[in-house]
């Protein structure tokens, strides 16, 4: 297969292109980035290391700062050159799958991403509005296909739906997507993001200390964005309530498609329907229904559950009223 690669030239040529984007959208006209301005946004090894030690600093003696995740976290993310030069050829989401981590959303959005009528994006998790938003839109729109090659386009980061920045920044610049919230009980999603951060050696304490210590964590960071927040924020992103509030408070009700994780995780195939139906897509179902990022792990202490039922319990109320629906996690 022939390779292409884009000359000097040929990026200012794609630059001079007339983007056909409708200004209603909220979308700036501006002109992509060329090659030098993209190098410029690589993260050099100086400021790296300096980026490293400053989350060192953020994260306390007793938080560990795993070297291999701290570059996860810090490698390139940049679409390639030629995505970036045509990024205002290319097609907003149509449909952000907004969270909640640990709540089967790398599922939903897998078996979305092989309808023969949608789109994916260059990854799954493009963590624009919460991470990457001073990157600008261009950056953003280098992520999707280019207009006219899917119906239908869509991404996933789990996090905007507890990034408070995320729902003005969405209102902005994607206005008509439609969004999609799975909502697990907050007791076993708790537990699941702990064990996750366990099996990957950011967290050294126990589950109970752990959600013990979570304020004090918290405190030392005002940053939603930060590794601290994104780390150890194990009950905080469990209080539903409010996330959606701030969410629904921005745009209309219409625009979301509220699933019940426990009912995906039962019967996946009804909810992929139900969720091709809200996007406007014909029925289809993949070859294969495989639940992605599954971990087995040790049951959660009894003792511990009942102190998590009775804490969630008066937030999972307000989420039933808020609502209009009752989402029974009391019972299970």
């Known amino acids: 297969m022939p390779v292409f690669r884009f000359s000097n030239k040929a990026f200012h040529m794609v630059r001079s292109v007339k983007a056909f984007l409708n200004p209603e959208d909220g979308i700036p006209c501006g002109a992509a980035p060329d090659a030098e301005q993209h190098k410029d946004q690589v993260e050099s090894p100086k400021h790296a290391r300096r980026r490293m030690s400053e989350y060192r600093s953020e994260a306390g003696n007793d938080d560990p700062d795993d070297l291999l995740d701290f570059r996860q976290k ?11 030069a045509t990024a205002q050829l290319r097609q907003l989401p149509d449909f952000i799958i907004i969270g909640t981590q640990r709540g089967g959303t790398t599922s939903l959005y897998r078996y979305l991403a092989a ?3 949608i789109g994916p994006a260059l990854r799954k998790e493009v963590h624009f509005f919460d991470r990457y938003y001073d990157k600008g839109m261009n950056w953003y729109l280098a992520n999707f296909p280019v207009r006219g090659e ?3 386009v869509g991404e996933a980061s789990p996090y905007y739906l507890f990034h408070p920045d995320v729902p003005e920044r969405a209102r902005r610049a994607v206005p008509h997507a439609k969004f999609i919230a799975l909502l697990r009980n907050p007791v076993d999603r708790a537990y699941s993001h702990y064990q996750m951060k366990v ?3 950011v967290e050294s304490l126990s589950f ?6 979570e304020p004090e964590r918290l405190s030392r960071s005002d940053d939603p ?4 927040w994104r780390y150890f924020s ?3 992103r469990g209080v539903y309530v409010d996330q959606l509030k701030r969410w ?5 009700r219409e625009q979301f498609l509220i699933i019940k994780s426990e009912d995906f995780y039962k019967d996946p195939e009804r909810v992929l329907h139900q969720t091709l139906k809200y996007l406007g897509l014909r029925p289809w179902s993949p070859s294969n229904l495989k639940a992605y990022h599954l971990s087995e792990y040790t049951g959660m202490d009894p003792a511990t559950r009942k102190r998590l039922r009775e804490y969630f319990a008066p937030y999972n109320q307000q989420l039933y009223t808020f609502l209009g629906r009752d989402l029974g996690w009391e019972y299970e």
């Open 248 to 252: 629904m408070s921005v745009f209309p």
């Open 199 to 201: 099996r990957r050696g």
């Open 208 to 213: 109970e200390d752990a959600i013990d210590k």
């Open 115 to 117: 309808h023969p009528d």
């Open 234 to 236: 194990y009950l905080k």
């Open 74 to 84: 810090i490698k390139e993310r940049d679409p390639p050159l030629e995505r970036i």
């Open 225 to 228: 964005a930060s590794l601290t």
């Open 150 to 152: 899917a119906s239908v």
